[in-house]
């Protein structure tokens, strides 16, 4: 159901007509996105569905790439190390691949959302801090060194990544078997 704009109103929101927080501008932008897709999305468009000036919006986020961050932080909210996808007591492999797996599920439908994490380093997006934090978590009975963690974290982010913007179904579908050769290259160094 497409969103309808409300009337404009120019300036800061009063507090009796709306209550404007960055919170609601992203809860709105998501809904924007939803029904009128990623390429609609501009601060104009998204005052207007709130109905305010476009400028009101900048008291509560600096400008759209703030934007864009936050709502792939509102995307991928409760994955984090507090609530993992996997069970404490699943061996390594298997956590792997329930994170790979709920990870997948959450960016695969939104394209733009991977170009937004793919184009930030890990801490500058909270999805790609927390996905790192998941993978130490995963992968800590295999004590890697802190730079062979990072190169895994970025090998597997990257290699998601990949599935996600893949073209048809089929190829993200054979995602589980090629997470497979990961696996035996960390099951190699942990050997090794």
């Given at each position: 159901?497409?969103?309808?704009p409300?009337?404009?109103v120019?300036?800061?929101?009063?507090?009796?007509?709306?209550?404007?927080?960055a919170?609601l501008?992203?809860?709105?932008?998501?809904?924007?996105?939803r029904s009128?897709?990623?390429p609609?999305l501009?601060?104009?468009?998204?005052?207007?569905?709130?109905?305010?000036?476009?400028?009101?919006?900048?008291?509560?986020?600096?400008?759209?790439?703030?934007?864009?961050?936050?709502?792939a932080?509102?995307?991928?909210?409760g994955?984090?190390v507090?609530?993992p996808?996997?069970?404490?007591?699943?061996?390594?492999q298997q956590?792997?691949?329930?994170?790979?797996?709920?990870?997948?599920?959450?960016?695969?439908?939104?394209?733009?959302?991977?170009?937004?994490?793919?184009?930030?380093?890990?801490?500058?997006?909270?999805?790609?801090?927390?996905?790192?934090?998941?993978?130490?978590?995963?992968?800590?009975?295999?004590?890697?060194?802190?730079q062979?963690?990072?190169?895994?974290?970025?090998?597997?982010?990257?290699?998601?990544h990949?599935?996600?913007?893949?073209?048809?179904?089929?190829?993200?579908?054979?995602?589980?078997?090629?997470?497979?050769?990961?696996?035996?290259?960390?099951?190699?160094?942990?050997?090794?």
């Amino acid at each position: 159901m497409p969103i309808r704009p409300a009337p404009r109103v120019r300036g800061r929101p009063r507090t009796a007509n709306t209550v404007l927080s960055a919170e609601l501008i992203v809860l709105t932008a998501a809904q924007l996105v939803r029904s009128e897709g990623w390429p609609r999305l501009s601060m104009r468009s998204l005052a207007q569905a709130l109905g305010v000036d476009p400028m009101a919006l900048y008291h509560h986020v600096p400008g759209k790439a703030a934007l864009l961050k936050e709502l792939a932080a509102h995307q991928c909210a409760g994955m984090d190390v507090e609530h993992p996808p996997f069970a404490p007591a699943l061996p390594w492999q298997q956590k792997l691949e329930a994170l790979a797996a709920e990870y997948l599920q959450r960016i695969a439908a939104e394209p733009e959302l991977v170009r937004i994490l793919a184009r930030s380093p890990a801490a500058g997006v909270a999805p790609a801090r927390q996905f790192a934090a998941l993978v130490k978590l995963a992968l800590a009975e295999l004590r890697l060194p802190p730079q062979l963690l990072k190169a895994a974290t970025r090998l597997l982010a990257d290699f998601l990544h990949g599935c996600a913007l893949a073209p048809d179904a089929a190829r993200r579908a054979t995602w589980r078997g090629e997470l497979g050769i990961i696996v035996a290259g960390l099951a190699a160094l942990r050997s090794a």
